[in-house]
């Protein structure tokens, strides 16, 4: 499983503890993370359940 917060953002950096890999830019901004063998962590159904939606709004200045 991988989220990206910042998909234009080159990656740094990678940290990897416990199978999740953390990608920080050079910033040290989080730009994704990654959980290795999610599906093997935890049976499908609760996978199935989640639902990620990130909406993102422009601020008028």
């Known amino acids: 499983m991988n989220i990206e917060f910042i ?3 080159p990656i740094a ?5 416990d199978g999740v ?5 050079k910033d040290r901004r ?3 993370i990654e959980i290795l063998d999610a599906g093997k962590r ?3 159904d609760p996978l199935d359940l ?6 993102k ?3 008028a200045a």
């Open 30 to 32: 989080i730009v994704a």
């Open 21 to 25: 890999i953390i990608d920080y830019s």
């Open 50 to 55: 989640i639902n990620l939606l990130i909406v």
């Open 7 to 9: 998909s234009e953002e």
């Open 42 to 44: 935890t049976t499908k």
């Open 57 to 59: 709004e422009k601020v």
């Open 13 to 17: 950096e990678s940290v990897e503890l």
